[in-house]
């Protein structure tokens, strides 16, 4: 599942070339284009040990330099790349930055290598789970495109994730995560709101009353009981170390900002559009959220 693709520039000789970073997922894919050939292409699964390595693109001149396009991550969002012609700098899109991914950026190799597998065994856990929560947004989605009736496919979607919550007692991967009691409960909220307010308006501001129900309550743990009970749960699922009551903190804002883009949406925007947004742009803004989340918990 592609998330963002990166595009960079540069001329060598005076000739315009182009690279593409493709992030996904679990996935990275970098490309370098002169016009619209394909010079050198690398891919890397990030769920692998050596995944979170930086892109090596290669490719000859006509007069027979070797040009090394280095792309990779300078922070948590951001990527950079740098063109070397026979190693030697040609081109920086970040100057000031190295294109390091942060939670490999370890002078220790033993401490890098043992984060990544920790990394690696924390996808393990939980792709399941991620797979699920993208599968029910996109059986949203078709219900409504399909039936044209949001409360309805609502309540569909609610019987569904109920579903998810009977496969669990027969499967021993985790399809429902670390909070499965709590997702169970406002799955059961969300259903019985859909219901009670059978109409479109109502379904349509249900992310954003429950956004603010679930912030207040992460936002509760943090400031009465150090986020030992929310934060402490998500804490299962961090590949690396964070603070509770900082990740509570975080999780909570999150979920105000959340429930205020979908107020925008369902206010100002057509049903088509709140649709578009609630089925695919609200996983993406959250992804890039967390990834802010994570920041600002993690424990440097």
Not at 2 to 27: A, M, P, Q
Not at 55 to 75: P, W
Not at 128 to 133: F, H, P
Not at 232 to 247: C, I, K, N, T, Y
């Amino acid at each position: 599942m592609k998330i963002w693709t990166y595009r960079f520039c540069f001329t060598i000789d005076s000739r315009s070339y182009r690279t593409e970073v493709i992030s996904g997922l679990k996935t990275i894919e970098s490309r370098v284009f002169f016009e619209e050939r394909e010079l050198a292409r690398d891919f890397t699964d990030i769920m692998q040990p050596d995944g979170m390595r930086n892109h090596q693109l290669r490719f000859s001149l006509s007069d027979g330099r070797e040009v090394v396009v280095e792309t990779g991550y300078i922070d948590w969002i951001r990527v950079g790349i740098a063109v070397r012609i026979d190693e030697v700098i040609a081109y920086e899109s970040h100057p000031s930055k190295t294109i390091n991914f942060p939670t490999v950026s370890s002078p220790d190799p033993e401490k890098a290598a043992k984060l990544q597998a920790e990394q690696v065994a924390a996808w393990g856990r939980n792709k399941y789970s991620i797979y699920v929560d993208v599968g029910i947004g996109i059986f949203f989605f078709v219900m409504v495109k399909a039936t044209d009736d949001i409360p309805f496919s609502a309540l569909v979607t609610a019987g569904a994730g109920l579903g998810v919550v009977v496969v669990q007692r027969f499967v021993t991967v985790d399809l429902l995560g670390g909070l499965a009691i709590f997702g169970v409960v406002m799955l059961l909220i969300s259903a019985g709101f859909s219901w009670h307010f059978d109409n479109d308006w109502a379904v349509k501001m249900k992310s954003t009353i429950l956004g603010v129900f679930v912030a207040a309550l992460m936002l509760s743990d943090a400031m009465f009981n150090r986020g030992r009970y929310f934060g402490g749960r998500l804490l299962r699922f961090m590949p690396q170390p964070m603070d509770a009551r900082r990740l509570a903190t975080g999780m909570g804002v999150l979920g105000l900002v959340m429930a205020s883009v979908n107020w925008i949406f369902a206010e100002f925007t057509s049903q088509d559009m709140w649709l578009y947004y609630t089925s695919f742009g609200d996983l993406i803004l959250t992804m890039f959220l967390i990834l802010a989340v994570f920041r600002y918990a993690s424990i440097r």
